[in-house]
């Protein structure tokens, strides 16, 4: 194909002290089979006080300030400088896996330029700790795992969606925003320019998403486009990650985000398994019975941590709720 058919892809990274693991998502990028004038790297940075900066530069990256600090006023701001017809957003801790990716995940939009929404898979990360792996696998946390069952996972879309194409390379579907996937715009998701990231969609991943499927978007899922997340680095990275998104769902620390935001989007279904997702957990025995069957189509033993994980997110979830109610004073949208 001829280097001016490839569209232009914009990669906007949201960063906070990432210096870690940064060099290893843009060294993925710039090993794009893919022509180089047409990538472009786009760098918000929430005011980075270790050497995300400069790694950033290396890698030939734009930076621009993030003085929100947050993950989706850093992309709203990103994806307002991007040059690209397809915006991909991903976190700094999100790894491509080949150096084919690009050439896979534009491919949907070579055959139509209409479609609004690229999804990738998102994989476990071979060489991260066993808790992270674990996470790899359901493409979430426990809690909306649950919620969404075969919603959750792109790979099992199928089992409850029907593709209106199917190509050898990729599906497309078009959903409905009640009956949504978890699509957000995060973890290597990308967004055609065309698209209006704007009102219900400019504080939440999830809820940009649903207003591109409420706009009658049609979504590419491209299976061999994977994308490692490292979504957590031990167990305490675990607790305080996820005792924030919850405390955050509870007292709405930061207005238009997080799960109580999406709920007017939630079937029946769903708002059911969100109530009885506590005692799903403490019943211990239906958490076992789903880890088992997990290991049994995964041949992973890390999926044993569905337990547990479940366990600790059922009592986030009872802590975050008392204390709420404790301190019922607190102002919603304010910092602590």
């Known amino acids: 194909m001829p280097k001016a058919d490839y569209p232009r892809v914009s990669f906007v990274i949201p960063t906070l002290n990432a210096a870690g693991i940064l060099p290893r998502c843009l060294r993925a990028i710039r090993k794009q089979k893919y022509p180089r004038g047409k990538v472009e790297i786009i760098i918000s940075d929430g005011g980075s006080t270790d050497q995300t900066v400069q790694i950033a530069k290396t890698f030939r990256a734009k930076v621009i300030q993030n003085p929100e600090i947050l993950h989706e006023p850093g992309k709203t701001r990103g994806a307002a400088v991007a040059h690209g017809d397809i915006i991909f957003f991903t976190d700094a801790d999100n790894i491509l896996s080949d150096s084919n990716w690009l050439l896979h995940m534009t491919d949907p939009y070579r055959d ?34 649950f919620v969404y ?29 009640k009956h949504h996937p978890l699509f957000g715009f995060s973890q290597g998701v990308g967004m055609n320019k065309i698209f209006q990231r704007d009102g219900i969609g400019a504080a939440d991943d999830i809820l940009g998403g649903i207003k591109l499927i409420a706009e009658g978007g049609k979504i590419a899922y491209i299976p061999k486009a994977g994308v490692y997340h490292y979504h957590v680095s031990n167990l305490g990275n675990f607790i305080r990650k996820y005792r ?29 398994r969100m109530a009885v997702f506590i005692p799903y957990t403490l019943s211990l025995m239906l958490p076992t019975f789903d880890a088992i069957r997990l290991f049994i189509r995964y041949k992973d033993p890390v999926l044993f941590w569905h337990v ?26 304010t910092y602590e």
């Open 112 to 145: 139509d330029p209409n479609i609004l929404g690229f999804l990738p898979q998102t994989l476990p990360p071979p060489d991260s700790n066993s808790l992270d792996r674990y996470l790899g696998y359901l493409c979430t946390d426990p809690f909306t795992w």
């Open 149 to 177: 069952g075969n919603a959750a996972n792109p790979k099992d879309y199928s089992k409850i969606y029907l593709p209106i194409q199917k190509t050898k390379t990729y599906l497309v579907y078009r959903f409905t925003s």
């Open 244 to 272: 924030w998104r919850v405390r955050n769902n509870v007292r709405q620390k930061v207005k238009n985000m997080g799960l109580i935001n999406r709920m007017p989007y939630m079937t029946w279904q769903r708002k059911i």
């Open 308 to 333: 547990p994980a479940c366990l600790l997110m059922a009592l986030l979830i009872i802590y975050e709720s008392t204390v709420s109610l404790v301190f019922s004073k607190l102002t919603p949208g």
